[in-house]
């Protein structure tokens, strides 16, 4: 029996149904092989569960049964059940190099562990299967089922659920490679199913996995904040050149720095996305986005500013009650319409900013210098969407990883259509984002309190979409 | 987890000063550069150690405690706390010196007698009380708002910091295109970063040292006024008189000297304290006249009063405010809550659960194969053509017949059988497989010994592999025509192909109707 004082608990099934891929996405580890290729897993692999250096819950990846049929015949034959049956099949097949994959998937199973038997139920119920469940069944452990659907096709489900009846208590559903958080934490409860005396053990477990979450998601919030704290005020300096035709060199200067404030932010926008990637544990696969996804659009680009941030209306009405916001609410509302505002700003980067909702991006004011010459001046950006954007896309992209499951490898995360999130919540909260981003991009003495209402919200809303 | 055990007082001392202010920060701002699990792990460990039990402002008490440790752990090289600590000493001795140095040469400016002119009171209260007076009134009525919340000299006091920023910045700037290196310039930053936090998080208590510092410039110049005048008093002899435009109304002069000793009036009285009404009108300087004639009785009351008017509007004043401002420093300290944006991530980390859901480290690698099986054009079958029964129960004998005859040009006839181990043949075989499944070892080991047994009669086994069944249900039967099943994916014929190359059976050939689309499909 087992010498653990924690729940182990093994993950069996025939090759290639997606054992590894379960227990990655169940546990963010993405250093678990995940491939197509029969027989990846030669050895068992242990996820211990720790809180605090006390491991509450083992996992266990395992090979896939190679010698379903054969070992059944045996098991069979001996006329034994339970662990004497174990025992002997160990003793019996240990030394024999072909039922390597059959020995190593029983180990777990000798140390006492639960299994869950995963297969993939997109597919028809195969003798091999039934044999697979009868070897379990004679070996009589704790058990439960986990469908996981490799393909969309439940056709076969009810072949399953069939045969499932036969041998299991328990059974559930896991795509491994759509869960999200939710779905892991349903899949954990189950567990307790399996044996009742493992209960607390779970419980706690399940305690720090929703912990952990949650602290995750503060910690992003404190990310996106930082970053908010100082793109928002953010200035750029460049000095005009003081050769030729003073109009251009200001022109020319007043380009440089405006380049320079949107390459400034769009590198900090990359050092936050790796963050948050990193809070995510998507450390060494190459995550690529969505086709669609405005996240692949430069943050600057046409179709960031038109997909992402607040309606016009939904602008108006956030900024209408916020005091000094008048003005921001009048641009809002018709700043497409207010040609000269946002003149400068097109005019520089040589293209029209009609999408900056009419008003420019950046502030520029050119000043003289003491000594002779001068200097231009960009920043910081007054431009009611500016904040928006910049918020809209960290949702967004916390979203997309927070989503992405670890055993899905396809490197290709969800493509929603929605792509905006604050678009999406109550106005209340839209002119609460709008009140607070304000603040810190004054930066005056209430800006530490506005930074730490923001994080409170932000936590709260990247709540409702992970 | 691990929460607070029981009310084991802290270990150090929990009372903050301006220097660990400056140290914790310090340490923060050196923390920003880490990775947050590891500090997570330490300020864990470090709240763990505190041992303390549920106390009034505990995080203050906790914070005190996590900086005496990360003092202990990693001593600063350079302590931005004693820096401080010297800078305010040193600025307190150079503000009470420029005070006393101010003192004795307004004094001293104010007490100029040639022995023809006495020394002009008025003069005197004009450039050393006066001001005072004002400041005074200032003061108070920046105390009566502080009382009600509104902080005065903290607004005061803003652009002050501002300026010193925008200075320690254009010293750097013009620095580093100078005399100074990158990393001088880098660590000129990191300290201006300190300031500015610290100047916006402890704003009040900044502000009120910078009020204890003015109120040390302020006693350095009340004692150096005070004591200029008691030295030229012992060491001359001095005619003292009032003169003004504004009023030679002696009766005027009397009322407003007898409000100013109001305070010492209790003490020393009329003709002592402060002169009488009659001292005061022998004491007018009119314009012409010189001093000459006032009688000492009369003129010698003025210096007590002046003395005393110095002590009392002053000296006292600013002693009093110092004192203020130093038990406010201390209730301010005691008062620290920590609670605002930037204090939050401490306390997360220190309240963090050590928590892992990662897989231990393994060697084991999966097994190797190279590609060398190849893959063969379906063609014309012979004569055995075997299937198991079980898959046939998943394609239809008819529908798979028919696509084998219209894919090989042949009448086939599919022989069922029970289990790989009882097809028997001498001749080359072909056998139906389900290619979507990944080949199990028993499949392998017994699709070698065919392959052996076949071998010895110079016959092939040919493998022919199908794609995954189409579900039931689906309508197939109507077009016998279209194959049993999906076609195969190339990644399915190429996971074959590696593990029938590990088999090393040269007869055994590999049949399968490939999906062209999926032919990008690589190991």
Redesign the interface.
Known sequence: MSHRNHPLIAVIGHPNEGKSSVLSTLTEDDSVVVNDYPGETTHCQYFPVEINGEVVLELVDTPGFQNPQRILEWMRATGKTDDALLQAFLQQFSSQPEYHHDCELMQPLAQGAALIFVVDCSRPLLAVDEAEMEILRLINKPRMAVINFKDQDRDYLPQWEQAFRRHFNVIREFNAHQARFPERLALLETLKAIQQSWEPMIDRAITAFEWNWQNRREQVAELIVDYLSWALPLTVEQAVGRDGDKASAEKDAAKQGLEQYQRLISEREIKLFEGIRKLYLHNLFDLRLAQHSVLKEDLFSESTWQVLGLTQTQMVLAAAGMGAGVGVTLEAAFGGLSAGLFATAGAIIGGGSVWFLGDELAKIRIKKLPLGGSKVIVGPSKNPQFPVVLLDRAILYYREIANHAHGNRGGEVQNIKDQSVLRHIESAEQKQFLKLAKTIAENKSDADSARQQLAELLTATLGTIS | ??QFQDDTPLAVDDRWSLADLVRFEQYRLQDQQQD?EQLALRD?QIFQAAAIGASPNLRSRLYRFWLAKRSEQQPQSSDAGQLLQHSLSLSALLMLLVGFASGVGLASSAMVYDGSVPVNVALFLALLVLPQLLLLFLLVITLTFSLVGKQLFASWYQPFTSMAQWLWNRFWKSGARQQFSREQVDDARIRGQLLNQLA??Y?PLFANRAMRLFQVMGIGFNLGALLCVLVLLAVTDRAFGWQSSLTTSAETVHGLVSTLALPWSWLWGEGTGWPSLQQILNTQIRLGQGGQDFAAADFRVWWPFMLLCVLVYGLLPRLLVWAITWLREGRLLDALTFD???D??LW?RMH?????????P?D????AATVQTPLQQISASESHLFVLA?TLK?YPTAGLQAWLSQSTGAVSEVQPIE?LADLASNHSCWLIL?G???????TL?QLKQLADGLIRQQADLHLLLLG??L????DSDGNTSERPGKPLSA?QAE?WR??LDLLQCANILLHADVDAATAGEH?
């Open positions: 987890m691990k947050e864990r916006q998080r704003k605002g944006y930037h939050q991530a997360r963090s659960v050590a928590f892992s859901s990662q897989s231990l393994s084991h690698q999966g097994e079980d998943r289990r389900e979507w499944q990944p080949p199990i070892e028993e080991q995954k069944p579900p039931p249900g689906s990644r996971v590696k593990k190991l």
